[in-house]
């Protein structure tokens, strides 16, 4: 009987315990453990697609060591992976470029480069800059690159300062990514005043709006620790017995901010993006109207304007 699965599942267990914010584990811990892993699995686990994404990131773990002889060890695994098939050679090959060129091994990178360019002589020129600007250098009849220019006047902002939330949750950077969204849930709407009075409010009471977030957290987190139902041994990692609500500090951590254009009383509604410790896949997302939690949910609910529309002509 294979063992594959199994072994595929405690890997990606240690995945998530090693992404957790209070984790004590090294690259190198995790390098060992899934290298160990991996030899103890038999070849059932080239045809688990999971296996292959394993199969990825332990090739980046090697472009971030500079360890090229391993980083080329890991592209032949994933070659070896059924799932290595459902793309063209040429995009296979580019990959593997831009792995070496990652890695400091710009001759081998040139090799994987030219065979991805004779097999299409377009696509690179779709992919990393750093990547067709080297090779382009190389070609004997380089192309002309064209530079997207951008207007140094635009009224734009990818990220709000949260100086509050960083002490919270002892993060280094306090700036969160943020979007302003259409009513049809685009990005990129032209910022308004409106907009800018959500900014405004939030950045002024950045404690009230937190505290409030965790406090409604509070409320449903037994009833998610139940729907979640981690073992006695995982539940210390994932989704400890909480408290008071310092205690998601460690748990949780803000990725996004999405402005909606859905406004009430010239103020608009807010959507809010974590990560989480229980649910790496699918996070964890707030909407909310000021410091007022209209829902929460999955990572979704932080960004369909639907539901803050709905809310809206509620009131």
């Not at 090229?68 to 032949?76: A, G, H, I, V």
């Not at 360019?117 to 020129?125: E, L, M, R």
């Not at 409106?194 to 937190?210: A, W």
């Not at 229980?278 to 999955?298: A, N, P, Q, Y």
Request: aromatic share 14%; proline share 3%; hydrophobic share 35%.
């Amino acid at each position: 009987m294979s063992n594959a699965a199994a072994i595929i599942n405690e890997i990606d267990t240690f995945l998530d315990k090693f992404s957790l914010k209070k984790n004590k584990l090294t690259k190198e811990d995790l390098i060992h453990f899934i290298e160990e892993k991996w030899h103890e699995a038999d070849d059932e686990k080239y045809s688990i697609y999971q296996a292959y994404i394993i199969a990825g990131r332990m090739t980046n773990e090697y472009i971030w060591a500079k360890d090229f002889q391993n980083m080329m060890r890991w592209l032949e695994i994933s070659d070896r992976h059924t799932a290595s098939g459902r793309n063209e050679p040429y995009i296979r090959n580019y990959y593997k470029g831009q792995c070496c060129l990652e890695c400091g091994n710009e001759e081998k990178a040139l090799e994987y480069f030219y065979l991805c360019y004779n097999g299409n002589p377009d696509y690179i020129f779709t992919r990393a800059p750093f990547c067709y600007e080297f090779f382009n250098k190389h070609l004997e009849n380089p192309r002309t690159l064209s530079n997207q220019e951008y207007d140094d006047e635009e009224d734009f902002f990818d990220s709000i300062e949260l100086q509050e939330w960083q002490s919270f949750f002892n993060e280094e950077d306090a700036f969160i990514s943020c979007e302003i969204l259409s009513h049809d849930e685009d990005e990129n709407e032209e910022i308004t005043q409106e907009h800018e009075n959500g900014i405004e409010y939030l950045q002024n009471n950045q404690t009230k709006v937190l505290e409030s977030i965790l406090k409604e957290l509070l409320k449903i987190y037994p009833e998610q620790q139940k729907i979640y139902g981690y073992s006695e041994e995982d539940k210390p990692d994932f989704m400890p017995d909480i408290k008071e609500i310092k205690g998601f500090a460690d748990l949780i951590s803000p990725l996004t901010i999405y402005i909606t254009s859905v406004f009430k009383d010239g103020i608009p509604y807010i959507g809010f993006l974590f990560s989480c410790s229980w649910d790496s896949e699918h996070g964890l997302g707030f909407m909310t109207h000021k410091d007022r939690i209209v829902e929460i949910g999955g990572a979704d609910t932080a960004f369909l304007t639907w539901i803050a529309e709905e809310d809206n002509n509620k009131l």
